[in-house]
């Protein structure tokens, strides 16, 4: 069996101890306490100004098929402990298999740009229900706002030009190429190679031939022509198997015959050497030799870096095939996202904060249940806010970094602004529906044509104002006091 | 839907330049003709001194199932060129309908230490499967491969104690994180976190509690005394939520009424702060308190380095916890293998070997139907041989590094011997039985065991001798001067 294609219940793509606290809380009568997890990041991925939200709809999938199985139960009956012993008690089973989603989810939509500490995902659900989300939320959105995020940079890069993604025989599993790809596109990749993305997500797809095409005729004139009597409608050769230039000129043959015949060469594809000298060269032959429209693909381990670099030399490149740069985020192949509870119902039915703190101050975590609200000046975005539900609405002074207190801003109430948490499920039911991908795509676009370019910059960007609201830094710097304290004592 | 568990057919997880030249061979009347691709990858992963082959069970499993569906084929009827008309013909479909793997497949069996350029599966196929297979085979063994070479590396640091893998929250995807959990246990973990890799795979499972448990609570004293009470046979209490000592202190107290009780504190878990420093306070506190036995679980960004400097830093560290750089291999996230045409028969039904050249000497491939002699002196490894089958037996010769003609070394045919690749495949029909994981993990472990320890240095490894024999150098000596020629003519 592929575990890839797994076809049961995926309640248990969790870590085990998420079952274990669950157990906990049922057998000391907390399961039901109501609870607020945020999903959130602590720093920005390759060194960035921004990211960008992805995942959502995989997770609200997710969530709408979660129960347990008989089959996992009974798994779960066979774990024991320490002294040999089982680990749940058999009525704990019964409690899991009547187990659904029914809590409150906000979300803040894919394609959206977001920063550190924002929750992407809030959860507020009976601590066990909630519990059990934390592994398989994280594993699902962490994923797609990386490659999302490291898409938007790239197709930045690219600065309006299509940008391909090629990765799947790179990708981290079967549905590592198939998530990718999807994420890809939010960030605004063209097209995938990946013909399963193509027909399960709708994503545009592309390609032509390989080395291994050339290499099975030997003969590189015999190989495109073949190649263009088989799929005329289809033409981009790969021209660099054996000597690149020599390659174009066996393409602008065959693009001859093509048109003799009535079809049109797409373009080229160049994989290897110098891309900057390499397509200037294939240039100049394509135009001398009447085909000036004739695309140049370049791939051969692309990123945001190298298609700034080439653009900066004169390369010639008008398509960029990016493959396992972008399908696993290689410089930076995890975002790190956590999801921390950050208030919970005592006895009485009252809210109480809590906080998780750390000696490093940016991994202290903030309390309460945080609304992020975005305000803009004149079409572009001034600062995002995040303040607490629990406490009411924000007060209207400035922002303070969570993590610089010395960095504040002030965001002016009347400013036009935007809550982007949005509601996605209320009491288990769902209330959103997840736009097309192409939507995804655009608002992605959209967004990021909103901030400041210092803010884009691929590197040493500037940081764009993120904080919370004075109410809320106060009760902060109290519970991180008290807390301290009660060590102390 | 989420993607990740898509129930159906899987043949369409490739590029669609594979189906676009599956097409053009199928037009041009070569889709019959057999040809052998080898998967090998060109460079070691992780800078290190070798690798374990990993994923073959995975790709097993593929082919058997390998079948176009009625509804891949209307997905690919429903592809236009760049003239608007359908990229494939009707008949196509009809071709694809019948088709399954029909080749031979030989593949060296999971848990087996290999080095660049050896072909870790090697097809010999109609021409159109063999090339249908390249993505999904090197996005099901590239994955595995790495993973399992990095879980060895961490393991080895771990110098035998336990390496439990945690990754499943930052892994790629769903099958990201169940392939992971399989590769990690190949490579040498213990356990892991992922309890439906648990259910699925059968790999044991571990966890406890985590931080929210703690939070949940307010007062860690009564959150340890909780969960000692609801699973008193699986107590390994978090101490970092708070002040790490003083959570030591907490859960010493918990161990004393777990004893009390019957029951036996397991250990600890530090995920935070100087482990070096804090796991020599807590082994003595634990130790003083009468805890000599209680383990000290450590996680916090773990990889093999930070391991290797814990312990040469004197940590009292006994199991390790290892998540994201474990499961995303974080340093170098893919392995970068390739699936490259090597032999194919002519139209008189020849065998004729194919080269791939390459401005770079390292990327110009080796051709043939290779083999793979491992040689033995005194129960160590003495070297590899590769050696092309349709040359016929190898010469006694030295073995010369394909890379670089000056590295050879003389490996006496007397030596004892073993050939790496196994049948798998015999005509499209499976001839072998993959063993359980458990004794995948144990031949991973006798391998590394064969090898010098300064092949196993963790960095700047001695480079152990892998190499082509005399007469194949020679025909891939004049192969390339033959292609160089034909370019100049």
């Known amino acids: 069996?592929?575990?890839?294609?797994?076809?049961?219940?995926?309640?248990?793509?969790?870590?085990?101890?998420?079952?274990?606290?669950?157990?906990?809380?049922?057998?000391?009568?907390?399961?039901?306490?109501?609870?607020?997890?945020?999903?959130?990041?602590?720093?920005?991925?390759?060194?960035?100004?921004?990211?960008?939200?992805?995942?959502?709809?995989?997770?609200?999938?997710?969530?709408?098929?979660?129960?347990?199985?008989?089959?996992?139960?009974?798994?779960?009956?066979?774990?024991?402990?320490?002294?040999?012993?089982?680990?749940?008690?058999?009525?704990?089973?019964?409690?899991?298999?009547?187990?659904?989603f029914n809590g409150d989810l906000e979300a803040i939509p894919e394609g959206t740009v977001v920063f550190p500490n924002e929750p992407l995902v809030r959860v507020t659900a009976p601590l066990l229900v909630a519990q059990l989300l934390e592994t398989p939320l994280l594993n699902l959105i962490n994923f797609s706002t990386l490659i999302a995020t490291k898409s938007a940079r790239i197709c930045q890069a690219a600065q309006g030009e299509p940008v391909l993604e090629f990765g799947l025989r790179r990708a981290q599993g079967i549905d590592g190429g198939l998530?990718?790809?999807?994420?890809?596109?939010?960030?605004?990749?063209?097209?995938?190679?990946?013909?399963?993305?193509?027909?399960?997500l709708g994503i545009p797809i592309k390609g032509t031939h390989a080395h291994s095409w050339v290499m099975a005729y030997g003969d590189e004139r015999e190989a495109f022509a073949d190649y263009a009597a088989a799929?005329?409608?289809?033409?981009?050769?790969?021209?660099?198997?054996?000597?690149?230039?020599?390659?174009?000129?066996?393409?602008?043959?065959?693009?001859?015959?093509?048109?003799?015949?009535?079809?049109?060469?797409?373009?080229?594809?160049?994989?290897?050497?110098?891309?900057?000298?390499?397509?200037?060269?294939?240039?100049?032959?394509?135009?001398?030799?009447?085909?000036?429209?004739?695309?140049?693909?370049?791939?051969?381990?692309?990123?945001?870096?190298?298609?700034?670099?080439?653009?900066?030399?004169?390369?010639?490149?008008?398509?960029?095939?990016?493959?396992?740069?972008?399908?696993?985020?290689?410089?930076?192949?995890?975002?790190?996202?956590?999801?921390k509870l950050a208030a919970i119902q005592n006895e009485a039915g009252e809210w109480e904060h809590r906080i998780k703190l750390s000696e490093q101050r940016v991994k202290t975590t903030i309390p309460g249940r945080l609304q992020v609200r975005r305000y803009f000046k004149e079409g572009h975005v001034a600062g995002d806010l995040m303040y607490d539900e629990l406490l009411g609405e924000p007060d209207g002074g400035a922002i303070i970094d969570p993590s610089d207190p010395l960095r504040r801003k002030k965001l002016k109430p009347e400013?036009?602004?935007?809550?982007?948490?949005?509601?996605?499920?209320?009491?288990?039911?769902?209330?959103?529906?997840?736009?097309?991908?192409?939507?995804?795509?655009?608002?992605?676009?959209?967004?990021?044509?909103?901030?400041?370019?210092?803010?884009?910059?691929?590197?040493?960007?500037?940081?764009?104002?993120?904080g919370i609201d004075q109410k809320l830094y106060r009760l902060r710097e109290e519970m991180i006091h008290e807390t301290r304290q009660m060590e102390e004592e």
Chains 1, 2 share one sequence.
Request: net charge negative; glycine share 8%.
């Open 179 to 200: 998530t990718s790809a999807r994420a890809a596109y939010i960030g605004g990749a063209s097209a995938t190679s990946n013909v399963l993305a193509g027909k399960l």
């Open 231 to 339: 799929m005329p409608n289809n033409c981009v050769f790969l021209v660099d198997t054996y000597d690149t230039l020599e390659g174009v000129r066996h393409a602008i043959e065959a693009g001859h015959e093509l048109r003799r015949r009535g079809h049109k060469m797409v373009g080229i594809r160049l994989d290897s050497g110098d891309l900057a000298y390499l397509s200037i060269e294939a240039r100049r032959l394509l135009d001398e030799a009447g085909f000036p429209d004739a695309a140049i693909v370049g791939s051969s381990d692309l990123d945001e870096h190298v298609i700034q670099s080439l653009k900066q030399q004169g390369a010639k490149i008008s398509v960029w095939g990016v493959g396992t740069r972008l399908a696993t985020a290689y410089d930076q192949p995890a975002l790190g996202g956590v999801f």
């Open 415 to 466: 400013l036009e602004s935007e809550t982007l948490l949005k509601p996605i499920f209320e009491q288990g039911e769902l209330v959103y529906q997840s736009p097309p991908l192409a939507e995804m795509q655009a608002r992605t676009q959209a967004e990021i044509a909103r901030f400041h370019p210092s803010v884009r910059r691929l590197l040493n960007p500037h940081g764009y104002p993120v």
């Open 1 to 100: 069996m592929l575990p890839t294609v797994y076809q049961g219940s995926l309640a248990l793509l969790t870590d085990l101890y998420q079952l274990t606290m669950a157990y906990g809380y049922w057998k000391r009568q907390r399961a039901d306490r109501l609870a607020t997890f945020h999903l959130f990041f602590r720093k920005l991925p390759f060194q960035g100004g921004y990211a960008v939200a992805a995942g959502l709809e995989l997770a609200i999938d997710y969530l709408r098929h979660f129960r347990f199985a008989d089959d996992d139960l009974s798994y779960l009956a066979t774990l024991r402990g320490n002294d040999g012993r089982p680990l749940f008690e058999e009525e704990f089973f019964d409690y899991l298999a009547q187990l659904r």
